[in-house]
C-alpha cells in the first residue's frame, strides 16, 4: 500500500506530559515505535483492516505513536490516537454532507459511537486540558503557515537509494516565538482582519495546548516521492517564508509580496494534481467524505479546537467537486462551504488548466468593469465558485487574467445571477 501524498506537522511531548507517563515511557523503551516514514502507510492499512460495509462502530486501534529517543532524557511521543480522530472526522463529514448521502454513508449505530467517543475525548489522558491532535496533515503540499513554524537551520535532508526524508525539528519554544514574529509583521503590515495573521495565530493557540519542552516537527512526508533529488536539495519554501517576513519587518512589502508570489506558483502544480486525485469521488460523497474513506486519518477541525468548518492548514481552496485552485491563505469559509481534511478552505469553482507559471492577476473592481457588473457581484461569484480567487498575502481577492477574459469569450460557462 502506498503512503499518502501529503506533509505533516506534528508535536511530541515529552512522557511526563501524559497521566500515563510509566505506558509511554516502557513503549519507547520496547522499540514498538513505527518510523514517520512507515507510519502513514502502516495507519491506512489498520483502518482497513478493521473497517468492514455496513460499519456498526469505530474500530478500536492499539495505543501507538511516533517517538523521539533522547537517551537518557525524557522520550519524545507523538500519539496516533486514531479512534478519537477517526470518530471526529466521521462527525464532521456528517455535518458537511447532505442528509440523504450521509444515511448512505454513515449508519446511526456508527455516528452514535463516534459521539460518544468524541464526548469521552480519548486526550484526556494529558495531566493538562487536552490539545488538539498531536499530528495536522495536509495532502498535495505544505501550507504556508506551517513553514513559519521552523527555521532554515533546522533543517534535515536525507537522499539515499530508496530513501528520501525532508524534514525540519525545532523546539516548541522557538517554534511559537516563530509564530508570534510573523504574525505580529503580518498584521503590522495589513492589519488585525488579515486572513494570514490570523491562520498564523490559529496555529500558535493550537501550538500553545503542549507542553514546554516538546518538539515541532514539519515533515515533508510523502510529498518526497514526486521530487527528484535536485528538487530535494533546491527545496528552500522556508527560507522563502523567512525572506518574506524580514522584508516585511524592513517596510518592504512589494518584496515580501514577491517572495509570497513564488510561494504559491511553487506549490500551484503540486496542489492541481489533487483535482484528478479526488474528482473521481467527490461528486458522490463530497471531497471530505472521499478523504476519510480513502483513509487519510485526520482531526477535522481547526487548529484551535473550535469547530468553524474544517480549518486546517492548506495553502489552496478545493471545489466542492474535489477541485483544487492556488490560494494564497486558507481561512475558514462560509456557512455551507464544504472543506477538506487535510487541503484548504473548499469553494465551488470551474475546472481550469492553469499554467504554472505566474499569470496577470486583476482587482475586483478590474473584472467588475469587464464584465459591466458591481464588484460586489464579482465577490459573490468568487464566493459561490463561478470564478476561482487567489488570495493575496493581505487576504485580498485576485482572479487570473486569462480565465476571466475565457470567461467573456464564453470559452468557460459563467452563470449571471439574475440580480445583477
Not at 1 to 21: C, G, H, I, K, T
Not at 255 to 281: G, I, K, M, P, T
Not at 362 to 390: C, H, N, Q, Y
Request: with cysteine; proline share 6%.
Amino acid at each position: 500500500m502506498y503512503a499518502p501524498n501529503a506533509s505533516y506537522l506534528r508535536v511530541y511531548e515529552p512522557a511526563v506530559a501524559f497521566a500515563d507517563a510509566g505506558y509511554w515511557r516502557a513503549y519507547a523503551a520496547s522499540g514498538r515505535a513505527v518510523d514517520p516514514l512507515e507510519g502513514p502507510r502502516v495507519r491506512r492499512e489498520a483502518l482497513y483492516e478493521r473497517i468492514g460495509w455496513p460499519w456498526r462502530g469505530v474500530p478500536t486501534f492499539g495505543r501507538e505513536a511516533y517517538v523521539i529517543d533522547r537517551g537518557e532524557g525524557d522520550p519524545l511521543v507523538c500519539p496516533w490516537n486514531l479512534r478519537y480522530r477517526i470518530a471526529s472526522a466521521a462527525l464532521e463529514v456528517r455535518r458537511l454532507t447532505p442528509e440523504a448521502v450521509a444515511e448512505a454513508l454513515f449508519p446511526p449505530e456508527f455516528l452514535s459511537s463516534a459521539a460518544e467517543i468524541v464526548a469521552l475525548d480519548d486526550g484526556g489522558d494529558r495531566h493538562d486540558a487536552p490539545a488538539d491532535a498531536h499530528e495536522h496533515v495536509a495532502s498535495w503540499s505544505v501550507p504556508l503557515r506551517w513553514f513559519a513554524c521552523v527555521r532554515p537551520e533546522d533543517r534535515e535532508l536525507v537522499i539515499q537509494p530508496g530513501l528520501s526524508l525532508l524534514r525540519y525539528r525545532t523546539p516548541i519554544a522557538k517554534s511559537r516565538t516563530g509564530l508570534a514574529v510573523a504574525r505580529n509583521l503580518v498584521r503590522a503590515e495589513f492589519g488585525e482582519g488579515a486572513d494570514l495573521a490570523e491562520a498564523l495565530a490559529e496555529t500558535g493557540r493550537w501550538l500553545d495546548g503542549f507542553h514546554r519542552d516538546s518538539v515541532v516537527e514539519l515533515d515533508y512526508g510523502g510529498l518526497v516521492s514526486r521530487m527528484d533529488p535536485d528538487e530535494l536539495r533546491e527545496e528552500d519554501s522556508v527560507d522563502l517564508t523567512w525572506q518574506a517576513l524580514d522584508h516585511l519587518g524592513a517596510s518592504e512589502p512589494e518584496d515580501a509580496q514577491e517572495c509570497y508570489a513564488r510561494l504559491v506558483d511553487r506549490w500551484r502544480d503540486r496542489r492541481l494534481a489533487e483535482r484528478l486525485n479526488l474528482s473521481r469521488f467527490a461528486p458522490v460523497c463530497g471531497p471530505a467524505a472521499c478523504s476519510f474513506a480513502c483513509g487519510v486519518i485526520t482531526r477535522m477541525s481547526d487548529p484551535s479546537g473550535k469547530s468553524k468548518q474544517n480549518r486546517p492548514f492548506g495553502l489552496c481552496r478545493t471545489s466542492t467537486t474535489g477541485r483544487t485552485i492556488a490560494e494564497g491563505t486558507n481561512q475558514g469559509s462560509a456557512a455551507g462551504d464544504s472543506q477538506p481534511v487535510c487541503g484548504g478552505e473548499r469553494t465551488m469553482t470551474t475546472e481550469l488548466n492553469l499554467p504554472v507559471e505566474s499569470e496577470a492577476l486583476l482587482t475586483p473592481s478590474e473584472v467588475a468593469a469587464m464584465f459591466r457588473v458591481d464588484p460586489k457581484t464579482v465577490t459573490r461569484w468568487a464566493k459561490a465558485g463561478k470564478i476561482s480567487a487567489i488570495r493575496t498575502l493581505g487576504g485580498h481577492r485576485r482572479y487570473r487574467e486569462s480565465e476571466i477574459r475565457a470567461l467573456i469569450n464564453g470559452d468557460i460557462p459563467v452563470q449571471r445571477e439574475a440580480a445583477d
